[in-house]
């Protein structure tokens, strides 16, 4: 794809400010608040991995599947509120080989880049091919879901090297509400290919409630059972050893008055272009939040595409452990079978297996209710 110079908008600079005009904070978001950022795909080498993008080391770099070039893409997600209002790259591999080979020139290099936020297209950008530095793009319209496309390419001396090159990557903007700087910097978790998982953020629309909840504070300094604080909580649910068609997941915890509504949580897991909500119908939204412990795809029941498991702890008064198994064809999940509780009382934890298309619960501590050991037929609803 070739794009004329002149219809490339002009809006790449090399410094930025550190605060907003109105006086708001910003910082790196990938390194303050939870993030995830994800890459088109990733060349078919083990030691170049996708995470390099944003590991800080200008001598690695995220590499494209080969031949994904023009149409390879990176996309950035800031969580719990945040927003973007500028990107930062490097538009090639900025590293040098062990006999002090320049990676810069040998690879491919990105002259120009495509910009949606939250799913709006904002234009094209132009790149300085011969800045070796992060350039800087500002966003016309600031958001929480940034992708930025490949649109042009400047192949590198070295022709059998095909593939898009970044070696580090930052997002710079605004942090939630009553941010506070984590006590290390945080690191943003890095997938490969497209996610259907919850777009844009689903915790957005807490800012302008909580804004009104803070003005109607001010106004109400003698009321009465005042409304309690907004807030939710989105967390990416990570695959361990992931396989098609599983794409990744969302938990949303929320809750609209933070002193009168009891909390709510739901579980979204995507997968390829379906998702499904995990909600009262397979029992899961409950009264407090919920945690995530792990999700693993494993091949579980002969013939298809393998199965997803996933753990999380329920915050109740048994802090009770659980799973769940979802398949994709047709794509459902089994009702949650508990695998530890009891803590107010006599706490048992158990060892799950899987064995012939079934969960098999081994005691592990304390004593189980009735019912809870041996095997448990896998029922999808």
């Given at each position: 794809?070739?794009?004329?110079?002149?219809?490339?908008?002009?809006?790449?600079?090399?410094?930025?400010?550190?605060?907003?005009?109105?006086?708001?904070?910003?910082?790196?978001?990938?390194?303050?608040?939870?993030?995830?950022?994800?890459?088109?795909?990733?060349?078919?080498?083990?030691?170049?991995?996708?995470?390099?993008?944003?590991?800080?080391?200008?001598?690695?770099?995220?590499?494209?599947?080969?031949?994904?070039?023009?149409?390879?893409?990176?996309?950035?997600?800031?969580?719990?509120?945040?927003?973007?209002?500028?990107?930062?790259?490097?538009?090639?591999?900025?590293?040098?080989?062990?006999?002090?080979?320049?990676y810069f020139t040998m690879n491919p290099r990105i002259a120009a880049v495509t910009i949606t936020v939250d799913g709006s297209w904002q234009g094209d950008v132009a790149l300085d091919l011969e800045q070796r530095d992060l350039q800087t793009i500002k966003l016309k319209?600031?958001?929480?879901?940034?992708?930025?496309?490949?649109?042009?390419?400047?192949?590198?001396?070295?022709?059998?090297?095909?593939?898009?090159?970044?070696?580090?990557?930052?997002?710079?903007?605004?942090?939630?509400?009553?941010?506070?700087?984590?006590?290390?910097?945080?690191?943003?978790?890095?997938?490969?290919?497209?996610?259907?998982?919850?777009?844009?953020?689903?915790?957005?629309?807490?800012?302008?409630?909580?804004?009104?909840?803070?003005?109607?504070?001010?106004?109400?300094?003698?009321?009465?059972?005042?409304?309690?604080?907004?807030?939710?909580?989105?967390?990416?649910?990570?695959?361990?050893?992931?396989?098609?068609?599983?794409?990744?997941?969302?938990?949303?915890?929320?809750?609209?008055?933070?002193?009168?509504?009891?909390?709510?949580?739901?579980?979204?897991?995507?997968?390829?272009?379906?998702?499904?909500?995990?909600?009262?119908?397979?029992?899961?939204?409950?009264?407090?939040?919920?945690?995530?412990?792990?999700?693993?795809?494993?091949?579980?029941?002969?013939?298809?595409?393998?199965?997803?498991?996933?753990?999380?702890?329920?915050?109740?008064?048994?802090?009770?452990?659980?799973?769940?198994?979802?398949?994709?064809?047709?794509?459902?999940?089994?009702?949650?079978?508990?695998?530890?509780?009891?803590?107010?009382?006599?706490?048992?934890?158990?060892?799950?297996?899987?064995?012939?298309?079934?969960?098999?619960?081994?005691?592990?501590?304390?004593?189980?209710?009735?019912?809870?050991?041996?095997?448990?037929?896998?029922?999808?609803?």
């Amino acid at each position: 794809m070739i794009i004329a110079r002149a219809a490339l908008i002009a809006t790449v600079v090399m410094t930025a400010l550190t605060a907003r005009a109105d006086g708001a904070k910003r910082v790196e978001l990938l390194r303050n608040v939870p993030a995830t950022v994800r890459v088109s795909s990733r060349v078919a080498n083990k030691t170049i991995l996708p995470a390099h993008l944003v590991d800080q080391d200008r001598q690695t770099a995220w590499n494209s599947r080969t031949g994904d070039l023009v149409g390879a893409w990176i996309e950035v997600g800031a969580q719990g509120g945040a927003i973007i209002d500028e990107v930062r790259l490097t538009v090639g591999h900025t590293g040098t080989g062990p006999h002090h080979e320049d990676y810069f020139t040998m690879n491919p290099r990105i002259a120009a880049v495509t910009i949606t936020v939250d799913g709006s297209w904002q234009g094209d950008v132009a790149l300085d091919l011969e800045q070796r530095d992060l350039q800087t793009i500002k966003l016309k319209k600031p958001g929480a879901l940034v992708r930025i496309t490949v649109a042009k390419i400047v192949p590198g001396s070295k022709a059998s090297w095909r593939e898009a090159c970044v070696s580090e990557l930052e997002a710079w903007g605004t942090p939630p509400p009553g941010f506070a700087a984590p006590a290390k910097p945080l690191a943003p978790s890095v997938e490969v290919g497209e996610a259907t998982a919850i777009k844009p953020d689903p915790c957005a629309y807490v800012a302008p409630m909580r804004r009104d909840w803070e003005r109607h504070q001010d106004d109400c300094a003698t009321c009465v059972d005042r409304a309690g604080e907004p807030w939710c909580d989105a967390i990416a649910l990570t695959i361990a050893d992931r396989a098609a068609p599983w794409a990744g997941g969302t938990l949303v915890c929320k809750a609209d008055d933070g002193t009168y509504d009891p909390p709510t949580c739901d579980l979204t897991i995507a997968a390829g272009d379906e998702t499904i909500t995990i909600d009262d119908g397979h029992d899961l939204v409950r009264l407090h939040p919920l945690e995530l412990i792990d999700a693993r795809a494993l091949d579980l029941i002969a013939g298809g595409a393998p199965e997803l498991v996933v753990r999380y702890r329920e915050h109740d008064r048994d802090n009770a452990d659980r799973l769940l198994v979802c398949r994709a064809t047709p794509f459902s999940c089994t009702a949650p079978i508990a695998t530890s509780g009891g803590s107010d009382g006599d706490p048992w934890t158990t060892t799950p297996r899987f064995a012939r298309g079934q969960v098999v619960l081994d005691a592990a501590t304390g004593t189980p209710p009735a019912g809870v050991l041996g095997a448990h037929a896998l029922v999808f609803k």
